[in-house]
Nanobody
Framework: QVQVVESGGGLVQPGGSLRLSCAAS????????MGWYRQAPGKQRELVAD???????TYADSVKGRFTISRDNAKNTVSLQMNSLKPEDTAVYYC?????????????WGQGTQVTVSS
């Protein structure tokens, strides 16, 4: 099994910054996508940013220019630097990791970390 653990959420004022980190561990043979999703109260979970092993990134339009995703392939970690935060960024942020073990594919989620943007 592959475990995914996030860290770095918290309370920040509008305009502030936070950095989220995520580490995947277990019987990982190859990691494909690593990404961040978020879910605000009463809303569906949505993609925030995604990064492939070769470095290609995808961002939600709402975070382009403010958030930056990066990963360390050797350590199976991914980070999300969030700048110029807005109240509408408030949500539970989930890390996702997809790849394969020696025997099967996996698509694993972390437990989520709360990000609250409020004055």
């Amino acid at each position: 099994q592959v475990q995914v653990v996030e860290s770095g959420g918290g309370l920040v004022q509008p305009g502030g910054s936070l950095r989220l980190s995520c580490a995947a561990s277990g019987s990982i043979f190859s990691m494909y996508n690593m990404g961040w999703y978020r879910q605000a109260p009463g809303k569906q979970r949505e993609l925030v940013a995604d990064i492939l092993s070769g470095g290609m990134t995808t961002y939600a339009d709402s975070v382009k220019g403010r958030f930056t995703i990066s990963r360390d392939n050797a350590k199976n970690t991914v980070s999300l630097q969030m700048n110029s935060l807005k109240p509408e960024d408030t949500a539970v942020y989930y890390c996702n990791a997809a790849g394969r073990t020696m025997t099967t594919t996996f698509n694993s989620w972390g437990q989520g970390t709360q990000v609250t943007v409020s004055s």
